[in-house]
């Protein structure tokens, strides 16, 4: 499944000539998706021979990733590569504690009126700022442009990598599973809501400021992690996860297909803050479609978006217990979501699949939650008419490939989407 859209890239011979199962030469085909638009989405399908890596390990994969210059390449990953470093101890810095951390901190002694900003380099909170620099150099990779990453088989990936897809264009990522990153530092900020909060970083892939990129056969989940075995200080819990896929920074032109994202929190932001800088940034970028996706035991973000022309196509989302939204509309946002399935556990309502954070008409039609056609943004108005949101996003997507029905989309995605499952 998922396949129809695939074109193969021939760079110097015919496409007789070529071989027609080579994956890593896929691109983007023809109006599939924002991805698409103008130059489209080739990554490295030009690479020539000498330009062609397959890793097995996170020294390797960061080092194919500086080789070749700007010249288009291809890296195949083979195997799960551990990007976790030894532990979260070699990464900390002499001096930090973490126990003085917490004593420092603590409400009763620190209160909730002021952040830890100004806290100097040998602080606590100096000490925790200067490890988490140490992790954040080891565990992110900058992704050069006009390059294909792809996994081989079915079990390649990454375990806590964070891929840094930013200020280049023309970038692909296939057939990959992703296991978050786990945060070894999470700041503590006292003033995030009345109470507190922890704070973390590291989303398993960030576009950052990057056009033309194409996401297709991943999975990302937080693996042998999830927050239910995340512990608990100041009574908040020690959140140590970021996002699995965020698109910000005036990023555009990107394509998310036949993906799965499960057992999350935040899970894809698109357009990180309301400000007026980041709206100088953001605004008439920020185009993304997502299609043939599984959304699957997820708290929210799925995704939030401001700002961006948003197409949301033919995915199926699987909303269990500790559910709280899957579309955030929030600035300036122009949500187009049509044609997909919603599978809600009992005593999940239909109208919590839509939040409204801001004001802004969205497009919502023939989407179906338990096999029944439903008309979202009415049954959110009808069950939230304090947050009244309004219909017509005021586009219409254009780019798309095959549309499937919606009530036929939870057996087509769920057999076809994810890592291992490219065809």
Request: glycine letters at 10%; proline letters at 4%.
């Amino acid at each position: 499944m998922g396949c129809t859209a695939l074109v193969l890239g021939v760079t110097g011979t015919s496409a007789a000539e070529a071989q027609p199962r080579d994956l890593a030469r896929q691109v983007l085909g023809a109006n599939d998706g924002w991805g698409s638009y103008g130059t489209g989405t080739t990554g490295g399908s030009a690479a020539d021979s000498a330009h062609v890596y397959t890793v097995t390990d996170w020294a390797g994969f960061r080092a194919a990733l500086a080789a070749g210059g700007s010249a288009p390449k291809i890296i195949k990953v083979k195997g799960t590569i551990d990007a976790d470093g030894p532990s979260c101890d070699s990464f900390a810095v002499a001096g930090y504690d973490f126990d003085a951390y917490l004593a420092t901190y603590d409400p009763a002694v620190w209160g909730h009126d002021k952040t830890l900003d100004a806290e100097p380099d040998d602080s606590p909170e100096g000490l925790r700022r200067a490890s988490a620099a140490q992790q954040d150099a080891y565990i992110k990779a900058d992704i050069p442009a006009n390059t294909t990453i792809i996994g081989i088989g079915k079990d390649a990936g990454f375990k806590g990598a964070s891929l840094q897809i930013k200020g280049v264009d023309n970038v692909i990522v296939r057939n990959l599973a992703f296991e978050s990153p786990l945060d070894c530092f999470p700041q503590w900020d006292p003033t995030d809501t009345a109470d507190g909060n922890w704070n973390s970083e590291y989303d398993s892939a960030v576009v950052y400021g990057s056009t033309h990129v194409w996401m297709d056969h991943d999975t990302f989940t937080d693996g042998d992690h999830p927050d239910s075995t995340l512990p608990y200080y100041f009574g908040r819990i020690y959140e140590q996860h970021d996002g699995e896929l965020d698109i910000v920074k005036g990023a555009d032109y990107v394509t998310a297909s036949w993906n799965v994202f499960e057992d999350h929190d935040k899970t894809i932001l698109i357009g990180n803050s309301d400000s007026a800088s980041t709206a100088a940034v953001d605004r008439g970028h920020l185009k993304v479609t997502f299609h043939h996706n599984l959304f699957s035991n997820l708290v929210e973000r799925a995704p939030r978006v401001r700002f961006g022309q948003v197409d949301s196509y033919n995915n199926h989302f699987v909303a269990e217990d500790g559910f709280s939204y899957s579309y955030g509309i929030g600035m300036e946002s122009q949500l187009v979501a049509e044609h997909n399935a919603f599978t809600l556990a009992d005593g999940v309502s239909a109208g919590s699949i839509l939040k409204k954070w801001k004001e802004a008409p969205l497009t919502a039609d023939d989407n179906y939650v338990n096999g029944e056609l439903t008309d979202l943004i009415a049954v959110h108005n009808a069950e939230v008419p304090t947050e009244i949101l309004q219909s017509g996003a005021g586009w219409t997507p254009t780019l798309r490939t095959r549309i499937d029905p919606a009530k036929k989309v939870p057996g087509i995605v769920d057999r076809g989407a994810g890592a291992g499952n490219l065809c």
